[in-house]
Nanobody, 115 residues
């Protein structure tokens, strides 16, 4: 089974930027889609952004215009560029590889935005 490793999280002030990376141990092109999700304390995990094999992209309304998802199939890596960060973006961010109804999750990376 493919393994996903996220990196790039950290502490940033409101208005700042971070770039998250998710590197897979296998070929990400074999998956229907690659996504970023987040889970804040006391809240359910939610979709942030997803990019399909065909490069169709969807974003949560709360991050549209601020976050950008991209993928580099040659590097088996998916990125999430996060700009204009807000305190409400604070969460653990998870990468997911999706095939049909199943997902493989990474271990998550913490993003903390201070006001």
């Amino acid at each position: 089974q493919v393994q996903l490793v996220e990196s790039g999280g950290g502490l940033v002030q409101a208005g700042g930027s971070l770039r998250l990376s998710c590197t897979a141990s296998g070929n990400i092109f074999s998956f229907d889609a690659m996504g970023w999700y987040r889970q804040a304390p006391g809240k359910q995990r939610e979709l942030v952004a997803v990019v399909t094999r065909g490069y169709s992209i969807n974003y949560a309304d709360s991050v549209k215009g601020r976050f950008t998802i991209s993928r580099d199939n040659a590097k088996n890596t998916v990125y999430l560029q996060m700009n204009s960060l807000k305190p409400e973006d604070t969460a653990v961010y998870y990468c997911a590889a999706e095939r049909g109804s199943s997902r493989v999750w990474g271990q998550g990376t913490q993003v903390t935005v201070s006001s």
